[in-house]
């Protein structure tokens, strides 16, 4: 069995100093170990930027030709509607492509997308009813 929980995330970068500067100037404190490598502690889980070279190497696969959309993205739950647009403002600040602006979505959120300087897709969204624990993981509604 393996446990029904996402403990790290990474992400293949190929300027890891720009991608992990981009994040950086978001406000999220890195743990850098070597060139490689970069940590950020986030609620509930932890980010990772590695060598897309070396992260294809270990995972045994061709290095992709470019970025592209596969279908993932990735989140930030925020903790009131408004903090939705504050989010979208910053990643812009910080450099990031704004993909949709924020919107009243039809579930009844307010949501929004960006991407990073490799075009790594991030949403930032607010759940009516989402609340966070002790350590800002979202405990997503019963009802939703």
């Known amino acids: 069995m393996i ?14 100093p720009a991608v992990r500067g981009f994040y950086e100037a978001l406000g999220w404190r890195s ?3 070597g060139e490689d490598f970069a940590r950020f502690e986030t609620g509930g889980a932890v980010l990772t930027l590695y060598s897309l070279e070396l992260l294809a190497h270990e995972a045994n696969l061709p290095v992709p030709a470019g970025a592209r959309f ?3 993205t990735l989140a930030v739950n925020v903790e009131r509607e ?5 989010a979208i403002k910053a990643a812009r600040g910080a ?7 924020p919107v ?6 307010r949501s929004a997308y960006f991407s990073d300087p490799e075009g790594n897709v991030w949403e930032v969204a ?13 405990i997503w509604p019963s009802e939703a």
């Open 3 to 16: 446990p029904a929980r996402v403990s790290v995330v990474t992400v293949g970068v190929r300027d890891l």
């Open 82 to 86: 408004e903090l939705v647009d504050e």
């Open 104 to 109: 009243a979505r039809e579930w009844g959120g």
């Open 126 to 138: 607010w759940v009516p009813g989402a609340a966070f624990d002790e350590r800002d993981g979202l």
């Open 31 to 33: 743990h850098t170990t």
């Open 70 to 72: 596969r279908g993932v």
């Open 95 to 101: 450099g990031g492509t704004i993909l949709a602006e």
